[in-house]
């Protein structure tokens, strides 16, 4: 057991139901159904200058869903075991990422827009921010 945190899903990606129509597709998400949480709140990122690197942090409790709406971005999750990177360029897929994921996210396309969905209101202590911290907490090391 690992002081507290319970063993969580693994940071995925998932496919979003899409709608092909000649009057233009249509791509939707159910909370509870493809977005395996409640949302409490959102958040949309955007603008963000190619080197830029946003994220590096990890939740203790706060679940999120990213989906690149426009453009294209590079995620990555890392549970502190394994860590796996992901294009997103394609708003019909989403990426998961459970409580105690670390979560990077870079190489922002200039036309990129980042829409993200949490499980909880924005609290600043269910962050960590110190990668080193993170890997003692789900490795249960002192």
Not at 116 to 134: K, L, N, Q, T, W
Request: glycine fraction near 8%.
């Amino acid at each position: 057991m690992m002081h507290g945190f319970k063993k969580m899903p693994r940071a995925q990606l998932i496919d979003l139901p899409k709608v092909i129509d000649v009057r233009g597709n249509l791509v939707f998400g159910e909370f509870g159904r493809n977005i395996p949480f409640e949302v409490r709140r959102y958040f949309l990122i955007y603008q963000v200058p190619l080197v830029e690197v946003r994220g590096e942090h990890a939740h203790k409790t706060c679940h999120e869903f990213l989906v690149c709406v426009r453009g294209r971005i590079s995620v990555i999750g890392d549970d502190g075991f394994s860590r796996q990177e992901h294009v997103l360029d394609r708003p019909d897929v989403g990426f998961y990422m459970p409580p105690m994921t670390w979560g990077v996210q870079h190489k922002y396309s200039p036309d990129a827009a980042l829409l993200v969905f949490a499980s909880h209101y924005y609290d600043p202590d269910d962050y960590i921010r110190d990668y080193d911290e993170f890997l003692r907490l789900v490795r249960g090391e002192q």
